[in-house]
């Protein structure tokens, strides 16, 4: 089965940049979707399509996907950035496949 | 503008058979390309994937927990029902339903329910 492997944590300070990867074995000939969730709340969409973000995201938050990994990058860190983080592909023979999440602190 | 919104028991024993029902507004499980998932998660713990069904009635599940999951729909109360056998205590997580487009893939789950907390305990 297919495995997306993410870093439990991410620290970083206000108002730098974030970094968050998603590793799996050729991930970059898939589309990868990036979830943020809160404490007790549902997870929201990021960014979508390696790429793309929903309306309503702000510009600070982009994706990249190449090779064996895809990376969320969360530009001028907020406080309010602090969650959890999951990257999501599909895969022909896993169907849906969610990666470990990953806990972005905000120091 | 979709919602989605789960019901079901809180508490079942370990054994039982749990049942969950989706219930959706906003969208209609006979347009093509709309689907519904189920997601859960253990406190503290990653999201995981369990059961996919398109509007055409084709049906997805983890294969981890295939042998376990039944995925259905009832259109006319627009509502997709999650049933799970042999619950044991590992199953207690607060179970999602979310929506997704296929388009040719599998789109990101774009709307999600609140979630419905299950614990599994004797």
């Known amino acids: 089965s297919y495995v997306l492997t993410q870093p439990p944590s991410v620290s970083v300070a206000p108002g730098k940049t974030a970094k968050i990867s998603c590793g799996g074995n050729d991930i970059g000939y898939k589309s990868v979707h990036w979830y943020q969730q809160k404490p007790g709340q549902a997870p929201v969409v990021v960014v979508y399509d390696d790429d793309d973000r929903p309306s309503g995201i702000p510009e600070r938050f982009s994706g990249s996907n190449s090779g064996n990994t895809a990376t969320l990058t969360i530009s001028r860190v907020e406080a309010g950035d602090e969650a959890d983080y999951f990257c999501q592909v599909w895969d022909s023979d896993s169907e849906v496949v969610i990666g470990g999440g990953t806990k972005l602190s905000v120091l | 503008q979709i919602t989605l919104k789960e019901s079901g028991p809180t508490l079942v024993k370990p054994t039982q058979t749990l049942t969950l029902t989706c219930s959706f507004s906003g969208f209609s499980l006979t347009t093509s390309g709309m689907t519904v998932g189920w997601i859960r998660q253990p406190p503290g713990k990653a999201l995981e994937w369990l059961a996919l069904i398109y509007w055409n009635d084709d049906k997805r599940y983890s294969p981890s927990l295939k042998s376990r999951l039944t995925i259905t729909k009832d259109i006319s109360k627009n509502q997709v029902v999650l049933t799970m056998t042999k619950m044991d205590p590992k199953d207690t997580a607060t179970y999602f339903c979310?929506?997704?487009?296929?388009?040719?893939?599998?789109?990101?789950?774009?709307?999600w329910g609140q979630g419905s907390l299950v614990t599994v305990s004797s």
């Open positions: 979310a929506h997704a487009k296929f388009d040719i893939l599998i789109g990101p789950f774009d709307y």
